[in-house]
């Protein structure tokens, strides 16, 4: 998974909680993603940054939160006003967010699931 | 198992037979792309990409064919191996992005039958 830890690996959510799902990288990379993936659809960017402490929202932002104080760590928090959190989470990073060359390298992804 | 993959187009073929797998972008403007591979419960990883100065692109035992004009990418896999059976997306970097953020297709899922 090329230097990006995704965990856990599977998180259960109970109704009306927050849950975090942690992502590191050490590959040095500028730009991080948080993307959703559902049955029968492709990946859906939920939120993206592109240097540290500064974060944009991506086409499914609402019900989720990030933060990006260090350049390694990018966690997604899946709030409470999420009301359909059950997916595969997948994280990804690039060196630059040039869009010129901009290979994403992925995690291995966190399945949330709601109890 | 992964659910991923559901509904999804579909193709299946001999081990040692060649793949091609399609892909239709809608934005004429898009100027690069990437084809990823996702194993069953595991992320995608980075099989090949391609600008759109150019039509072809090589690598080992994959081919990425781009047609401007009809706006399609195709991924071709050369003697197929049970190993490629995954789902494979084609990505795009739509115009007048301002960085490089990717738009993923449906996905495709190859299966190779030994």
Not at chain 2, 83 to 102: H, M, N
Request: glycine letters at 10%; hydrophobic letters at 30%; one cysteine or more.
């Amino acid at each position: 998974d090329g230097g990006i830890t995704q965990s856990p690996k599977y998180l259960f959510r109970k109704e009306g909680q927050n849950v975090t799902l942690s992502c590191e990288q050490n590959l040095n990379h500028d730009a991080m993603y948080w993307y959703r993936q559902d049955p029968g659809q492709g990946l859906r960017l939920i939120y993206y940054s592109q240097i540290v402490n500064d974060f944009q929202k991506g086409d499914i932002a609402e019900g989720y939160s990030v933060s990006r104080e260090k350049k390694e760590s990018f966690p997604l928090t899946v709030t409470s006003a999420q009301k359909n959190p059950t997916a595969f989470y997948l994280c990804a990073s690039s060196i630059v967010p040039d869009r010129a060359k901009n290979i994403q390298y992925f995690g291995a992804g966190t399945r949330l699931s709601v109890l | 198992g992964e659910s991923v993959g559901l509904h999804l187009p579909t193709l299946s073929v001999q081990e040692g037979d060649n793949s091609i797998i399609n892909c239709a972008y809608s934005n004429s403007a898009s100027d690069y792309f990437i084809w990823y591979k996702q194993e069953s419960g595991k992320g995608p990883q980075f099989i090949i990409d391609i600008r759109s100065n150019m039509d072809k692109r090589q690598g080992q035992r994959v081919t990425v064919l781009l047609n401007k004009t009809v706006k399609h990418l195709s991924l071709q896999i050369a003697a197929t191996q049970p190993g490629d059976s995954a789902v494979y997306f084609c990505a795009e970097i739509p115009g007048g992005t301002s960085y490089g953020k990717l738009t993923f297709g449906q996905g495709t899922i190859l299966t190779v039958h030994p």
